[in-house]
């Protein structure tokens, strides 16, 4: 199969949904990271999304929609609460947990009796989704375990052959995926940090937000499996006054054994680490966050065989940050 990477133009916005309504599965973009979509409703085409991915079936999907009355299709009880982040935070980088239709396949949610919507806000995003004309079922457009894809290019390096169309938005903005908060119970629960941080959330639900434990089953992408690796070692460093002494003595300690390393680090910060290889992550960790897969991929590109990031604290969005650090390194701390 010949895969093409589409500019968002209105023809390839019909051509790629119309791929989605007749069973297929395309790359679209967001504002967080890509996504490999296919009609939430058609459970063919949702169980290609994880042949193609390599997916664990038993790790369930968000559904992507274009507006509140798609919502509405899928999930059985809109709460009051739930509507109040939707008008806060949606479109934008927030998917909600709540109670499922019967409408939707079991494979979609690994048979859990909840499913998890976002609304996207991405514009090319936005009119594929409303192009499509039904809710779409989408997980990370990359390889299973692989770093998040944040650019048309990524989604090619991984699924050429295995995928018709990329339709190609630019870089995401976010460049981490969507915080996923479920409301279908009593009080709601942080099931993955992302782009909302924790305490956006809890401003507007006027109440403090519990992280969901893990229960050895995963309630949501991301929760169980390993996920957002590059083939190069990675480290992360405990954000504490003498971080970077701790990371020049790690990195150090990789040439010394035969390893060669590279350094995710803010741009202020690149002199600390003298004639050390860094990678420099911008500004923030607003900035930070956007560019941490694209730097992962970059690193096994240019054949480093280890990477060592900075550690950030955990508030806003240092706390997606962590969670994808611990996640791509095996909770590897230095």
Request: proline share 6%; aromatic share 6%; with cysteine.
């Given at each position: 199969?010949?895969?093409?990477?589409?500019?968002?133009?209105?023809?390839?916005?019909?051509?790629?949904?119309?791929?989605i309504k007749s069973g297929?599965?395309?790359?679209?973009?967001?504002?967080?990271?890509?996504?490999?979509?296919?009609?939430?409703?058609?459970?063919?085409?949702?169980?290609?999304?994880?042949?193609?991915?390599?997916?664990?079936?038993?790790?369930?999907?968000?559904?992507?929609?274009?507006?509140?009355?798609?919502?509405?299709?899928?999930?059985?009880?809109?709460?009051?609460?739930?509507?109040?982040?939707?008008?806060?935070?949606?479109?934008?980088?927030?998917?909600?947990?709540?109670?499922?239709?019967?409408?939707?396949?079991?494979?979609?949610?690994?048979?859990?009796?909840?499913?998890?919507?976002?609304?996207?806000?991405?514009?090319?995003?936005?009119?594929?989704?409303?192009?499509?004309?039904?809710?779409?079922?989408?997980?990370?457009?990359?390889?299973?375990?692989?770093?998040?894809?944040?650019?048309?290019?990524?989604?090619?390096?991984?699924?050429?052959?295995?995928?018709?169309?990329?339709?190609?938005?630019?870089?995401?903005?976010?460049?981490?995926?969507?915080?996923?908060?479920?409301?279908?119970?009593?009080?709601?629960?942080?099931?993955?940090?992302?782009?909302?941080?924790?305490?956006?959330?809890?401003?507007?639900?006027?109440?403090?937000i519990q992280t969901a434990?893990?229960?050895?089953?995963?309630?949501?992408?991301?929760?169980?499996?390993?996920?957002?690796?590059?083939?190069?070692?990675?480290?992360?460093?405990?954000?504490?006054?003498?971080?970077?002494?701790?990371?020049?003595?790690?990195?150090?300690?990789?040439?010394?054994?035969?390893?060669?390393?590279?350094?995710?680090?803010?741009?202020?910060?690149?002199?600390?680490?003298?004639?050390?290889?860094?990678?420099?992550?911008?500004?923030?960790?607003?900035?930070?966050?956007?560019?941490?897969?694209?730097?992962?991929?970059?690193?096994?590109?240019?054949?480093?065989?280890?990477?060592?990031?900075?550690?950030?604290?955990?508030?806003?969005?240092?706390?997606?940050?962590i969670n994808r650090l611990?996640?791509?390194?095996?909770?590897?701390?230095?």
């Amino acid at each position: 199969m010949e895969t093409r990477i589409l500019q968002p133009n209105p023809e390839n916005i019909r051509l790629c949904a119309q791929r989605i309504k007749s069973g297929g599965v395309v790359a679209f973009p967001t504002e967080t990271v890509y996504g490999l979509g296919a009609s939430a409703f058609e459970p063919r085409a949702v169980r290609e999304i994880f042949r193609i991915k390599g997916r664990p079936n038993d790790n369930p999907l968000i559904v992507h929609v274009s507006s509140l009355e798609q919502i509405r299709e899928v999930a059985d009880l809109v709460s009051p609460l739930a509507l109040k982040l939707i008008s806060a935070f949606m479109p934008g980088a927030l998917t909600l947990v709540m109670k499922r239709k019967s409408c939707v396949p079991d494979c979609v949610t690994a048979g859990l009796d909840t499913v998890g919507v976002r609304m996207p806000s991405n514009e090319a995003c936005r009119k594929f989704l409303a192009e499509c004309g039904v809710p779409v079922a989408a997980p990370s457009a990359n390889t299973s375990t692989r770093p998040s894809p944040t650019c048309a290019e990524h989604v090619y390096d991984d699924l050429r052959g295995k995928i018709p169309y990329v339709l190609d938005g630019g870089e995401c903005e976010i460049g981490l995926e969507s915080t996923i908060l479920d409301v279908s119970g009593v009080a709601p629960k942080l099931l993955r940090a992302g782009g909302i941080s924790i305490e956006e959330l809890e401003r507007v639900c006027g109440l403090k937000i519990q992280t969901a434990s893990s229960t050895g089953k995963a309630l949501c992408p991301g929760m169980k499996y390993k996920h957002y690796s590059p083939k190069a070692e990675v480290y992360f460093s405990a954000y504490y006054g003498n971080m970077f002494g701790g990371i020049n003595a790690h990195y150090d300690l990789l040439v010394s054994s035969g390893k060669n390393p590279v350094i995710l680090c803010l741009d202020k910060n690149a002199s600390l680490y003298g004639a050390r290889k860094v990678y420099r992550m911008g500004a923030d960790y607003g900035d930070y966050a956007r560019m941490l897969f694209a730097s992962l991929r970059r690193a096994d590109s240019q054949n480093y065989d280890s990477v060592i990031a900075e550690g950030v604290p955990s508030e806003g969005i240092g706390a997606a940050i962590i969670n994808r650090l611990v996640k791509s390194s095996g909770g590897k701390i230095i």
